[in-house]
C-alpha cells in the first residue's frame, strides 16, 4: 500500500508494548499511543554541554511548535510542557521520552527489517553512530566533537529508520539538518539517501546564529562523519594520527623512528582518543592531557591509554623515566593541558630539559565557548557552571587559557620543541583570543604554526591519499580480518608492479598499517577499517572486496566510505586546503562538486555540511556511502565514482600549483583517457609581474 507522508499515520499503532525488544519495534514508526514513559537524564552516561540559552519568547514558543509537528495533536498537552522544561533546562529539545529502549549497536545487515539491502546498511552505520560505546554523548545524539548531531532529536531518529524500513530501490530519503522530509521516487541508479546539514544562506552562518537555529530545531551541526552516519570510532583518526607523527618525525627530526621521542598533546574524547593508540604504534612517547575523568576512564579501560595521573609531578617523572629508557608508552594526565605545558615550560627555564620533542593539540576548539575546551584554574564541574550560568565569563577565561598555552607553548618551540595545529581552529581562536600566534607583518590568518595539513599531511593529499574506510555489514571479526588480508595482497601486488617513489613510501606506511592493525585492539564499535590510499588503491582494494563478497569469501556487503577530511571533501582553509596557494581556499566549489559528482556516479548516500572539524561557517565538508553487494553493477558503480572523488582535489590542487598534485593528475589521465583536465601554464619570471605591476 501507498506510504502516507504524515507523521502521525506512520506512529505507531495502538496496543504496541512500550518495552523495546526488537528492530522491528524500533522501525514501527514513531510511538504515540500509548506514549512511552518520560525519561531523566541517565547520570551513568557523559551528557552533552548545557546549549546557551538564546531565544526570545517567540522564538521559543517557535521551537516548542516545530518540536511537536512530529506528533498528533492528542499528545500536545503533554509533550508541550516537557519540551519546554527541556528547553530551558539543556537549551535544545532533544526528547529524552523517545530515547528508544534498546541495545544501541550496529547490528548484522540481515538482522534490519528492510526491504533492500541499500536501506539495512545505512541503519547499520547509522545506528554504530549512535552506540554508547561509540558517541561521546549518546543521549543527545552527539557522536564526537562536543557538538557532531546525528540528528537532532529522537522522534527523528524513529521516524528515519521507519522510512529506511519501508525504502525500496525505486526510492530516495532526502534528510535536511536531521529531520526526515521524506522518500521521494527516483531511479534504481540513484542515491537511497541524500543528507544536507547546517546549510543556511552564508551571511547568517555565525556562531550565534547557529546557536539560535540549533535551539529552535532547525538545523544542527553534523561535524564530517556525525551527520553524514560514516564514523567508525577514534579508529578513524588513529590512522591519520600515526601518519602525521611517522611523517613529523622524518620532516621535524630527521628520522622515522621516533623511540624515546615524547609527543606532547591533549584531548582523549572522541576523536583525540586516538592519539594515545597512535602514539604507541609510532614507537614513541604520548602524553595527553584531559580534564574529563570519564574520557580517561574510557580510554584506559578500552586498552587504548596504557598509564594515566592526575599529579602534575608523577606525570613529568613519567616522562623521564620513559625518554630515558626508550620506552613505548602513552601517559595520560587527567588535568589541564595549561597546566601541563605551563610546567613543562617551568622545566625548561630550571633544569634545561626540554622534554616535549614534537606537540600539537586536539581540543575541541571549533566550540571553544561550549565545552569545547575549558579554561584552567577550575575543575571540570565548576568550569560547568560557569559555563551555564555566565557565559560571558567562561569565554573571558577560555581566552586568557588560550593565551596562557600559547605563551608556554612559544617557550618551548624557542627552544627546539616542534608544534603544529591539528586541524582542530587551535590557532585561529587562540589568535581571536589574542595570543601570540600570528608571524609579524604577515596578513592576518597567517600563523607562526603550521597546519598539520600544510606542513605534514599536505603533499599526501596532493598525491591523492586520504582516509579511505570500509565497514564489514556482515558484523563479523572474520571478514574484517579478510579484508585486511585482501588490502595488504593488494598494496603489495601494486608495489610489485612498479610504482613512483613517492606512492611506494606511502603505500609501504599503509602495507605496515594494514598488517599490524588487527593486534592493535582498533574496533570500537562497526567491524571497520581505515587505510591511507590514493586512487588507483582504492579502485583495486574496493574491486577485490567486491569480488570476495561475490563469489562468497565475504559473509556479506561492505560499505566503503572515507573521511570528510580527504582530498576532494572538504573545502577549509586552515586545514584541508591550507596548502592551496592561488588565492582560491576560501572558495567552497571543489567539496561541493563533489557531493554532486558522486551522486550520479554511483554513491548508495550523499552529505554535504556546513562546519566540521574546524567549526560552523568556517569549512564546507562532504561525504559518501557505497554499499558493495558482489554485483558487476557495484564494481562499476564504485570505479566511477571513486575516480571523480579523488581526482577532483586532485585536479583543484594541481591548478593551484601542486608539483606533486599535476604529476599525479597526469599518471590519472594516461591511465583513463576519458579523464581530461584543465592544467596551468605556470609563470616563469616573476619579473614580469613587477613590470606590469
Known sequence: SRLLMRINVISRLPGFPRQMSSLKEVCSGLPVDPLPEPKERDSSV??????????????????????LRYFPPQCHSVLAPEFVRELKEFGHIYMYRFRPDINMRAYPIDEYPAKCKHAAAIMHMLMNNLDPHVAQFPHELVTYGGNGQVLSNWAQFWVLMHYLSVMSEKQTLVMCSGHPQGLFPSAVSSPRMVISNGLVIPNYSSREMYEKLFAMGVTMYGQMTAGSYCYIGPQGIVHGTTLTLLNAGRKYLGKGDLKGKIFVTSGLGGMSGAQAKAAVICGCIGVIAEVSKAAVQKRWDQGWLMEFTDDLDTCVAKMREAKA????????????????????????????????????????????????????GHTMEEAVAILEGD?????????????????????????????????NAFLLEASRAGADVAVEGAVTGVFRYPSYVQDIMGEIFSGGFGPFRWVCTSGLCTDLETTD???????????????????????????R???????????????????????????????????????????????????????????????????????????????????????????????????????????????????LDGSKEAAERAEMMLSWDVSNGVCRRAWSGSSTAENTIRRAMEQNPLLMVTLPNHVDDEALLDEAL
Open 391 to 423: 557565559p560571558v565569563r567562561f569565554k573571558n577565561l577560555v581566552q586568557e587559557s588560550l593565551r596562557r598555552q600559547v605563551s608556554a607553548i612559544n617557550r618551548l618551540t624557542a627552544k627546539g620543541m616542534h608544534f603544529w595545529d591539528y586541524g
Open 485 to 511: 588480508r585482501i588490502a595488504a595482497d593488494v598494496l603489495e601486488e601494486m608495489i610489485s608492479q612498479g610504482i613512483p617513489s613517492y606512492v611506494k613510501q606511502q603505500y609501504e606506511d599503509n602495507c
Open 513 to 627: 598499517w594494514i598488517k599490524e592493525a588487527g593486534k592493535h585492539n582498533l574496533v570500537v564499535g562497526s567491524q571497520a577499517r581505515i587505510l591511507y590510499s590514493d586512487m588507483q588503491g582504492r579502485i583495486a582494494i574496493t574491486k577485490a572486496f567486491n569480488k570476495a563478497i561475490g563469489d562468497g569469501t565475504l559473509m556479506g556487503p561492505v560499505v566503503i566510505s572515507r573521511d570528510h577530511h580527504d582530498v576532494s571533501g572538504t573545502d577549509s582553509p586552515y586545514r584541508e586546503t591550507a596548502n592551496i596557494t592561488d588565492g582560491s581556499k576560501f572558495c567552497a566549489d571543489m567539496a561541493v562538486q563533489n557531493v554532486i559528482g558522486d551522486s550520479f556516479r554511483g554513491a548508495t548516500w550523499i552529505a554535504l555540511h556546513n562546519g566540521g572539524g574546524v567549526g560552523w561557517g568556517e569549512v564546507i565538508n562532504g561525504g559518501f556511502g557505497l554499499v
Open 46 to 67: 557523559p551528557h552533552a554541554p548545557v546549549r546557551r540559552f538564546v531565544l526570545t519568547e517567540n522564538e521559543r514558543k517557535q521551537a516548542v511548535r516545530n518540536a
Open 325 to 376: 629508557d626508550g620506552k613505548v608508552v602513552s601517559i595520560g594526565y587527567h588535568g589541564n593541558i595549561v597546566d601541563l605545558w605551563e610546567r613543562l615550560a617551568n622545566e625548561l627555564d630550571q633544569t634545561g630539559d626540554l622534554l616535549a620533542d614534537l606537540a600539537s593539540d586536539q581540543t575541541s576548539l571549533h566550540n571553544p565557548y561550549g565545552g569545547g575546551y575549558w579554561p584552567v
